[in-house]
Nanobody, 117 residues
């Protein structure tokens, strides 16, 4: 069974940076598309960034140019580098894993990111 564990969240001032990590286990990491999603209080969960098994990436409009997703297949880990953070980036950030063509999605428990002065 695939398991995902996020880490790296915290409290940061506006304009600051954070790097989130998601450790993957229980499957063949290289087969999975990995994504970061976030959910702010009272809002729907939204996709932030995605990285395919081949390395192709995609970003939500609100984070383009500020966030970078990457993966290390040797470490079974996906990262989200977040720069120029804004208060509206405050949310619980979740890691997601799936294989194209397979209906199953796997989620981590999330890590809290708070942007505040």
């Amino acid at each position: 069974q695939v398991q995902l564990v996020e880490s790296g969240g915290g409290l940061v001032q506006p304009g600051g940076s954070l790097r989130l990590s998601c450790a993957f286990s229980g499957g063949i990491f290289g087969l999975y598309t990995m994504g970061w999603h976030r959910q702010a209080p009272g809002k729907q969960r939204e996709s932030v960034a995605t990285i395919a098994s081949g390395g192709g990436t995609g970003y939500g409009d609100s984070v383009k140019g500020r966030f970078t997703i990457s993966r290390d297949n040797a470490k079974n880990t996906v990262y989200l580098q977040m720069n120029s953070l804004k208060p509206e980036d405050t949310a619980v950030y979740y890691c997601k894993a799936f294989v194209l063509g397979d209906s199953r999605n796997y989620w981590g428990l999330g890590t809290q990111v708070t942007i505040s002065s």
